[in-house]
C-alpha cells in the first residue's frame, strides 16, 4: 500500500508543479517579458477614415490633415514620400490603418484611398490627356524597303 502511495506522489508532483508553471507563465509571462520580445508587427485592428481636407507636399514629408468622426488627425508621412504624394490629392477618401484615435500620427499605413473623381484627381495631379488622331501632326510614312 505505502508502494502505491509512493508510486502517485512521484506521478503527481510532476503534474502540479507542471500546472502551476503554466498558470504562471500564462498570468505573469507577458508583463516581465515584453521589454524583451520584438515590436509587435502585426496590422491595426481599426480604420479610421475621413476626407482629405489639405495636403502639404514637402521634399522629404507628406503632411495630410483628415477630420474623423474621433476629431480632426495629422498624418505626417516620411516613407514612401512621392509615391503618398502622387496616390493622394485634397478631397480624396482616405482609410488609415490605426489601433485608436490620435491627434498626431506618423507613417501610418493606408487601408484604402478612394478618389473625388478621375477628372478632378488627374487635373491636381497635373496628367493632361493623350491628344486625339487628329489633333496630332502628320507624319510620314516609312517605305517597307528601307526597313
Not at 515590436?39 to 521634399?59: C, H, Y
Not at 483628415?66 to 476629431?71: Q, R, S
Request: glycine letters at 8%; charged letters at 20%.
Amino acid at each position: 500500500m505505502a508502494e502505491q502511495a509512493d508510486k502517485k506522489s512521484r506521478l503527481l508532483t510532476p503534474f502540479v508543479l507542471g500546472v502551476v508553471a503554466g498558470a504562471f507563465i500564462v498570468l505573469v509571462g507577458p508583463r516581465v517579458l515584453r521589454p524583451y520580445l520584438p515590436a509587435d508587427d502585426t496590422p491595426a485592428r481599426d480604420e479610421l477614415g475621413g476626407v482629405v481636407r489639405a495636403k502639404l507636399s514637402e521634399p522629404d514629408r507628406v503632411l495630410l490633415t483628415i477630420p474623423t468622426a474621433e476629431g480632426t488627425l495629422l498624418a505626417t508621412f516620411t516613407e514612401n514620400v512621392a509615391e503618398i504624394d502622387l496616390l493622394v490629392v485634397q478631397g480624396d477618401s482616405i482609410a488609415l490603418g490605426l489601433s485608436g484615435y490620435e491627434p498626431f500620427v506618423t507613417n501610418p499605413r493606408i487601408a484604402r484611398v478612394g478618389t473625388k473623381g478621375s477628372a478632378g484627381a488627374a487635373d491636381t495631379v497635373g496628367l493632361t490627356p493623350s491628344q486625339p488622331e487628329a489633333d496630332r501632326p502628320a507624319q510620314e510614312p516609312v517605305p517597307p524597303d528601307s526597313l
